[in-house]
């Protein structure tokens, strides 16, 4: 069953409308000031890439911090409203609510998908630093090489620093010590297995 979205064309949602609307898992949904963004669910190599990568950040992350994968984060619930669903998540361990409000997370990651290329790389980096999110990785599985960038938050009102894009191993100090293999992000199943 579709879920049903506002009957008001040019009608901009609250974040209680929002919250009203009854769950439909065919869909990814996110809401972009107060308009209803509908696109399909992540492809098979996709959702692997997102399983594999909180895999690896699970065996590393400290004892009080836990990951989740696609809960819709309030980025604003001043109207218009923004509600986005990062592929992963890292946030104080159990959280046991239906969505995240931005403080709540310390790292939002994004797998670029066809057709999201330009809202990962520009549009949530504005959202997602203004929200005040510390850090922010993209991963795209484009070839010829997958990669993650990595951006953080610089002085107040500053926004994000980007680092270069990485292929092959990650290693990061912050948030914490974090080491992602990412060619095994697309490895066939048995090679991951031998990782």
């Known amino acids: ?42 492809a098979p190599q996709h959702q692997q890439a997102a399983y594999r990568l909180a895999r690896q950040l699970d065996e590393q992350l400290p004892p009080d911090w836990d990951f989740l994968l696609e809960v819709e984060v309030v980025v604003r619930a001043e109207y218009p409203p923004i509600v986005r669903v990062p592929d992963l998540v890292v946030t104080k361990g159990g959280v046991a ?8 997370v310390l790292l939002a990651v994004e797998i670029i998908s066809p057709g999201s290329r330009n809202v990962d790389l520009h549009l949530k980096p504005c959202e997602y630093a203004d929200a005040g999110i510390p850090h922010y990785w993209i991963v795209d599985l484009d070839p010829p090489i997958p990669s993650i960038t990595v951006f953080h938050l610089g002085a107040p009102g500053d926004g994000y620093i980007e ?33």
Request: overall charge negative; hydrophobic content about 45%; cysteine-free.
């Open 1 to 42: 069953m579709a879920m049903p979205l506002p009957h008001h064309p040019g009608s901009l949602m609250t974040l209680e409308e929002w919250i009203a609307l009854p769950e439909d898992n065919a869909y990814r949904y996110e809401l972009q000031e107060g308009i209803t963004l509908v696109s399909p669910r992540p």
């Open 97 to 104: 609510v239906p969505r995240l409000v931005a403080s709540d």
């Open 163 to 195: 680092a270069p894009a990485t292929a092959g191993q990650l290693v990061t100090t912050v948030p914490f010590d974090l080491r992602v293999d990412i060619p095994a992000l697309l490895a066939p199943h048995r090679d991951v297995a031998s990782r």
